[in-house]
């Protein structure tokens, strides 16, 4: 499975980003996509992860700001971000968990290579 992430950059403060990951490879279905980010001296921490039934779940910070969405489909996840902060600022990662391949039984994880999401004030 190979998640390709995009839409990372520079913005002012207030301004906004989406950022979309899109899953590929031998893909029977999955469960949980979402965004962690890292800031820098930080640990890895949730922003955002929605399941297949839509439910959603928001790290407090972000909650108001950014809105995950995804296209089942397509197996691809977006993050719209708005009002953004300087500490907003970090690489963003995104996760599909609990993913049930074509080609083998289990439940499995995977990490995108991750973008680069920078707030100046």
């Known amino acids: 499975v190979q998640l390709q992430a995009s839409g990372g950059g520079l913005v002012q403060a207030g301004g906004s980003l989406r950022l979309s990951c899109a899953a590929s490879?031998?893909?029977?279905?999955?469960?949980?996509m979402g965004w962690y980010r890292q800031a820098p001296g930080k640990q890895r921490e949730l922003v955002a992860e929605?399941?297949?039934?839509?439910?959603?779940n928001y790290a407090t910070s972000v909650k108001g700001r950014f809105t995950i969405s995804r296209d089942i489909a397509k197996n691809v996840v977006y993050l719209q971000m708005n009002s953004l902060k300087p500490e907003d600022t970090a690489v963003y990662y995104c996760?599909?968990?609990?993913?049930?391949?074509?080609?083998?039984?289990?439940?499995?994880?995977?990490w995108g290579q991750g973008t680069l999401v920078t707030v100046s004030s």
């Open positions: 996760n599909v968990d609990q993913v049930v391949l074509t080609t083998m039984s289990g439940r499995y994880a995977y």
């Open positions: 490879g031998s893909i029977f279905r999955i469960n949980i």
């Open positions: 929605v399941t297949s039934g839509g439910r959603t």
